[in-house]
């Protein structure tokens, strides 16, 4: 539980420093996003993702894969996705952050000794 405080908090850290007064508009980033996380990894994930609105939200999983798309208002300043999860210990998960169809950032994580896996903060600011 601690872990998932953790990463929502960063989560939310994230996207407020990332906002601005000054909304810059990029017509040439796509605003369609994609969050998804793969892998051979079973048991219950969280995931914490910025919404269409710009906002924090979570949602728990009972099984891999997972995805969420969604297309990002344009007062979005930057999109951040975090999850962690309780699996056998040794299994895999891989996340990916896609903007316009096209994998921005991703990250493998191997569940350690007690079985969890944290993925960080992968993030896009437009």
Known sequence: MKNLFLLSALGAILIIGSCSKDKKSNNATSRKV?????????????MVYTNSSGVA????????????ELTVQNSVQAVVFTSNGTTTPGKVAV????????????????????????????????
């Open 57 to 68: 939200e979570n949602v728990t999983v009972q099984s891999l894969p997972w995805s969420k």
């Open 34 to 46: 994609k969050y998804e996380i793969t892998g051979n990894a079973t048991g219950s994930f969280t």
């Open 95 to 126: 996340a990916n952050l896609y903007i316009g169809g096209q994998i921005k950032q991703t990250a493998t994580q191997t569940a350690n000794n007690n079985g969890t896996i944290i993925f960080g903060g992968l993030s896009f600011t437009y």
